[in-house]
């Protein structure tokens, strides 16, 4: 089961431009560092004489701050910018990996592989044990298998809170912890030197 953690979207940047800034005058900071205040269509001529567009920067100063540039090129250098960011910032994904109070060891280590997995790949993972019919009455056997996989997990991630119940499902949760993940890759990376040496 895959739940993805819903990022607040950021409003797209948008500037007034030429005719669009209807101030009666502007401050205008030229491409030397110097600024003036002027009458905005006095501003307008000097950008069309220079082929360029008068692009408002600072709606809600007073008076508003004004450049002059090229407003397709800046348009696209912000654009490039959004998409830059978008790529560092990874969605984080929520992964889920059930188990039964009585999962057998090779069945345990499979699944436990797999969120370790998920984990170095910077997702959170939910655990949950399951209790089918009259197996609610082992309880304490999921505690303790919970128990081993936070052990076995601990290298990678932390948990968040403790275990909880609800109706016939304990769960808990796994946050990938970065400087573990750093620590266990490096060990990994050593580990693999070691046996290709040896």
Not at 98 to 111: E, G, I, L, W
Request: charged share 40%; glycine share 4%.
């Amino acid at each position: 089961m895959r739940k993805k953690r819903s990022t607040p979207q950021k409003p797209k940047l948008t500037y007034r431009v030429n005719e669009q800034i209807r101030v009666p005058e502007v401050r205008v900071v030229f491409k030397d560092g110097s600024q003036q205040i002027m009458k905005t269509g006095e501003a307008r001529k000097i950008a069309d004489q220079e082929g360029l567009d008068l692009i408002e920067v600072q709606p809600t100063s007073q008076p508003p701050v004004c450049k002059m540039d090229n407003y397709g090129k800046l348009q696209y250098k912000l654009d490039k910018k959004e998409k830059d960011r978008k790529k560092k910032t990874k969605q984080t994904e929520l992964k889920e990996l059930r188990f039964h109070p009585n999962t057998d060891k090779h069945d345990f280590d499979f699944k436990a592989a797999h969120l370790e997995e998920f984990l170095r790949k910077g997702n959170r993972v939910r655990a949950t044990v399951v209790f089918l019919g009259r197996s609610i009455i082992y309880k304490d056997k999921g505690f303790e298998l919970i128990e081993r996989l936070t052990e076995r997990l601990s290298t990678v991630s932390n948990p968040e809170g403790q275990p909880r119940f609800e109706g016939k499902r304990l769960y808990v949760y796994f946050e990938p912890d970065k400087k573990k993940i750093e620590a266990f890759e490096r060990q990994l990376a050593k580990r693999k030197r070691e046996e290709e040496n040896s």
